[in-house]
């Protein structure tokens, strides 16, 4: 958990008191960062991001909100799948808070482990760079992750950059003595950052060097041969380098949604992450990110599919999709969409994984209504 860079005095206080206890080199304890689960075919992993609870928010509408998302999609499964087929896994990819306060927090875990009894799906948590921002150590707010009982999440005092960096390996039993069939890599990228110690210049974070080590490592540990997917908050450089050759070369990448806005990474080549790079030689098949409300667009790009999750929830920003408008981007989205109402673009990612190495990925255009509410399904 090596923080050395916050934006304001309570991460640097929370950095200060995290670095008291013994730091051990992830190196040496590959084991500890690796949680399993027991993998079927058509194995449902349901993307919920930038929920962005904070001091206005309402949880009694938010928490209404998120009900009909999760019945939405439960329902959803069990019509294309079948019954049985259940959510059961929900990656939860960052800001999850802003400006948020403990009973915020606490109401916010204590709701997805009631969700996560009834439904019978577990859920893993990431950082993004706002759940950084509220009024509670930042130590505190991890350790209420790592106490819920169906929440996957791991943070040591290590000397691995950033906080939420583990694995979910999915194999054959369940159990690590048997072989892993799909891996789930999350990492960090969600901090303000500076090159320097002390700095009033931030810009957004990178997937660092060491994570991508890491990562390289827990997989070589599995299998070179086991397809992974990748969940993190911040979309890095290659996001754009996609957008900018289909739209500048004419690359011919396939690619759908909307992108309404910037994809908010560092924006300097010095800065560029080795992730993709690395994960097209190590059967990485997809990374899933948030962030950018205003972007749900989705591009394979050399071989690996990038996507930004839908925007879970109004809290804060989120685009208005109109029919009749003139925008390029947004008549771009809407013809590979098929949509021909007025919808805001808020809901939830669904991949559903396959025996082998294939997945299918659709977006949930949820909105309530009060003639009505709006969900929509597209299959990427």
């Known amino acids: 958990m090596n923080k050395k860079i916050f934006i304001s005095a309570i991460p640097l206080l929370s950095a200060v008191l995290s670095s008291c206890g013994n730091t051990y080199n992830y190196q040496e304890h590959l084991d500890d960062y690796v949680r399993t689960m027991k993998f079927h075919d058509q194995f449902n992993v349901l993307q919920l991001t930038d929920i962005h609870w904070n001091v206005n928010s309402s949880t009694l509408a938010s928490k209404r909100y998120l009900d009909k998302v999760l019945k939405e999609s439960k329902d959803h499964i069990v019509a294309t799948q079948g019954n049985g087929a259940k959510i059961d896994l929900i990656e939860i990819t960052g800001d999850q808070f802003m400006l948020a306060n403990t009973y915020h927090v606490r109401t916010f875990v204590n709701y997805f482990e009631e969700k996560a009894d009834e439904y019978g799906f577990r859920y893993a948590v990431i950082w993004g760079n706002h759940d950084r921002h509220g009024i509670y150590n930042a130590s505190w707010l991890a350790r209420q992750f790592e106490r819920a009982p169906h929440c996957i999440y791991f943070e040591p005092d290590d000397n691995l950059y950033g906080r939420s960096n583990f694995v979910i390996n999915l194999t054959e039993d369940g159990t690590a003595s048997t072989a892993t069939k799909w891996q789930l890599a999350n990492l960090d990228s969600g901090a303000s950052f500076s090159e320097t110690a002390v700095s009033p210049f931030r810009d957004y974070d990178y997937i660092r060097d060491d994570q991508v080590d890491w990562w390289l490592k827990e997989h070589e540990k599995v299998g070179d041969t086991v397809p992974t997917i990748a969940y993190y908050h911040i979309p890095q450089d290659d996001n754009l380098k996609a957008w900018n050759a289909i739209h500048n070369d004419n690359a011919a990448y396939k690619h759908k949604l909307f992108k309404l ?7 300097d080549e010095r800065f560029a992450s080795k992730f993709i790079k690395e994960g097209r030689n190590h ?14 667009w989705t591009v394979d790009y050399e071989g690996v599919v990038l996507g930004l999750g839908v925007k879970t929830g109004t809290e804060l920003y989120y685009a208005h999709i109109d029919v009749n408008s003139e925008d390029p981007a947004m008549k771009e989205g809407l013809l590979s969409v098929g949509i021909n109402e007025n919808f805001d673009l808020i809901g939830a990612s669904l991949v559903t994984l396959r025996t082998g190495e294939d997945f299918e990925l659709e977006h949930l255009y949820y909105n309530e209504r009060a003639t009505g509410d709006f969900a929509k399904w597209v299959r990427w």
């Open 261 to 267: 806005e910037g994809f908010a990474d560092n924006g």
């Open 283 to 296: 059967h990485l098949k997809a990374a899933f990110m948030g962030h950018a409300h205003n972007v749900d």
